[in-house]
């Protein structure tokens, strides 16, 4: 990775959780699918510090700038209302960000965190509320496997990283406002060659903190 690459990536440090979704729990960037310590989770998605020497060029500090000020736009929005280009936009936000992928297993046709799902949420918890990345704003967003039609499966995706938002709020006391939900469905497969596989169901968790 080039230095202006890294800078860009640095400039609005955004990180994105996947947590399990689906029938019975991809958009990874960062690891794949699977249960991550609390320290594993606040490794991948804690920002990289600025070095001295590295610059960003205006553009790439108005581009930023934009996309903050998009995260901002989507505080206390309800999930359902966001349209297909915001979705999209966040997608386009979340492959430049630190990332990491994790799997809460929701029971089958389920946006319920059952004792399954508990300690990878738990860990994610415990994650956001450490000193590493207290306070900052993270967009959740949710995804399923293949099976089910594709309505059926948005609504899903968005009730559980709803789930999860709320958990984190009620057990964790995290800011509700700081906490953005969007689901994607099985519009984006992290293993096309398996779609019914568990690693499809998922939510994402991006840190879209601007400091």
């Known amino acids: 990775m080039s230095a202006h690459n890294k800078t860009r990536k640095l400039n609005l440090p955004c990180m994105i959780v996947a947590i ?15 249960e991550r310590s609390a320290g594993e989770i ?3 998605l804690k920002p990289e510090r600025l070095t001295r020497g590295l610059t960003t060029s205006p553009a790439d500090a108005a581009r930023n700038a934009e996309e903050t000020k998009f995260v901002n736009s989507l505080r206390n929005r ?9 979705r999209e936009q966040i997608t386009s936000i979340a492959k430049k960000r630190p990332s990491v992928d994790l799997e809460v297993n929701f029971d089958y046709n389920s946006d ?10 738990t860990a994610l918890g415990e994650a956001l509320s450490s000193s590493d990345l207290k306070g900052g704003t993270f967009i959740f967003a949710g995804y399923t496997d293949a099976k089910g039609g594709e309505t059926y499966n948005q609504g899903l995706s968005e009730r559980r ?15 509700t406002s700081n906490l953005v939900t969007v689901g994607y469905g099985k519009t984006q497969l992290k293993n ?20």
């Open 161 to 175: 990283a709803e789930a999860v938002k709320r958990f984190l709020s009620e057990k964790y006391g995290i800011d």
């Open 78 to 86: 309800q999930t359902r209302s966001l349209t297909t280009a915001e």
């Open 42 to 44: 606040i490794k991948a």
């Open 192 to 211: 096309p060659a398996g779609p019914f596989t568990a690693e499809n169901r998922r939510v994402q968790v991006i840190n879209a903190s601007d400091k």
């Open 20 to 34: 399990g979704l689906a029938l019975p729990a991809a958009f990874g960037v960062a690891l794949a699918a699977e």
């Open 112 to 121: 319920h965190i059952g004792s399954k799902g508990s300690p990878q949420v």
